[in-house]
């Protein structure tokens, strides 16, 4: 484009006119950037690459508005603290990895976080302090609770628009989506049910009573069972899929505590589903429950208030974010111990672990 009042011509004449030293000087500095340029095409594989199999620690902190980056490799070192939007929380990977998604409460977005940068790239609008989301089997859309609208929002990925509302009781909050993407699974904090949406139509196709203040959702990889944790009744609610039944609960009551400290919110499981891990709130303990028989195998004191929850790719090591002693605690699965406490930022929220 032309600099005002100057035209192409003039620009021509001027470096007609420069002399040889001119020239060589711009041939130098043009011969410098086609190196620069190169040498940082060249490093943008590279870095991905880097970023392929780093096993990172993620953690969401709802008050100091960041994700820490934690490295196992270098003894479960802070390497990086991304700067995120207001109040992160939730947090799902892109199923390649190469994108994290942070929901951010209280700025009303879902921040995308480029994996191997580790920096937020890219906003994607939702309805007011968004929480738990779920992403798609193809990654297209995101399924996110409203909890100040009672609502569930379908919101496309590449478009940045909710495509569909599907109202809900009050306080939506656990969203789980069915491996074929046909149920969509959906906790009301208020109404103590879980509805069961038709991925497909749009609506509620029926209600399930669980205990009280349901909080996450944990599908079993069999197809056939769903946990849902109660907060305030201690207990996860096993419901029958095809049914749409409670069919059975598990209660915790660690050593040395009252039924009412036991509030369970987080859950994770092994692959293969045999084992799943709750955690148990303000009882500062996780619970490792055999999924066959429903019983609690054991109990781990971690940090206080216990809350979000993630296994590391090989399943040797468990994380668990402390919402009210700012910490992250690191269990042995084979011992089921606590081997090692890392201060994070204030408020942990979830965890999430690179492959």
């Given at each position: 484009m032309p600099v005002k009042g100057t035209?192409?011509?003039?620009?021509?004449?001027?470096?007609?006119?420069?002399?040889?030293?001119?020239?060589?000087?711009?041939?130098?500095?043009?011969?410098?950037?086609?190196?620069?340029?190169?040498?940082?095409?060249?490093?943008?594989?590279?870095?991905?690459?880097?970023?392929?199999?780093?096993?990172?620690?993620?953690?969401?902190?709802?008050?100091?508005?960041?994700?820490?980056?934690?490295?196992?490799?270098?003894?479960?070192?802070?390497?990086?603290?991304?700067t995120t939007s207001r109040r992160p929380?939730?947090?799902?990977?892109?199923?390649?990895?190469?994108?994290?998604?942070?929901a951010c409460g209280d700025d009303d977005v879902i921040d995308v976080i480029d994996v191997a940068r580790l920096a937020v790239v890219d906003h994607i609008p939702t309805g007011p302090s968004p929480e738990i989301f779920a992403l798609s089997e193809d990654g297209k859309a995101l399924y996110v609770s409203n909890e100040e609208g009672s609502a569930l929002q379908e919101i496309s990925v590449a478009d940045k628009i909710i495509t569909r509302e599907v109202p809900t009781g009050a306080e939506p909050e656990g969203v789980a989506v069915s491996s074929d993407g046909k149920t969509i699974y959906v906790t009301s904090e208020v109404t103590d049910m879980i509805h069961v949406i038709d991925g497909e139509a749009g609506v509620v196709t029926d209600n399930i009573v669980v205990g009280t203040r349901p909080r996450r959702i944990l599908l079993l990889p069999d197809g056939k069972e769903l946990w849902v944790s109660n907060e305030l009744s201690g207990q996860v609610s096993i419901i029958d899929r095809t049914a749409n039944r409670v069919i059975g609960a598990v209660n915790f009551l660690p050593p040395g505590f009252r039924p009412v400290d036991v509030t369970p919110v987080g859950m994770t499981m092994t692959r293969d589903g045999k084992l799943v891990v709750v955690t148990l709130g303000r009882a500062n303990h996780i619970a490792f429950v055999d999924s066959a028989t429903k019983k609690v195998e054991a109990y781990v004191l971690v940090g206080g208030?216990?809350?979000?929850?993630?296994?590391?790719?090989?399943?040797?090591?468990?994380?668990?974010?402390?919402?009210?002693?700012?910490?992250?605690?690191?269990?042995?699965?084979?011992?089921?111990?606590?081997?090692?406490?890392?201060?994070?930022g204030r408020i942990p929220h979830s965890v999430a672990v690179d492959d």
């Open positions: 035209g192409r011509g003039t620009r021509t004449t001027q470096r007609q006119r420069a002399g040889p030293a001119t020239k060589r000087a711009a041939s130098a500095a043009s011969s410098i950037f086609g190196i620069a340029t190169a040498a940082l095409l060249w490093l943008v594989p590279l870095t991905a690459t880097d970023a392929k199999g780093s096993g990172y620690v993620f953690v969401s902190h709802e008050k100091t508005n960041n994700v820490a980056v934690i490295d196992p490799k270098q003894g479960y070192k802070i390497i990086k603290w991304i929380r939730d947090m799902k990977f892109r199923a390649d990895h190469q994108q994290l998604y942070v208030r216990a809350w979000g929850v993630a296994l590391s790719p090989d399943e040797k090591t468990l994380y668990v974010a402390n919402g009210l002693s700012d910490d992250l605690t690191i269990v042995d699965m084979e011992s089921r111990r606590a081997v090692k406490t890392i201060p994070v």
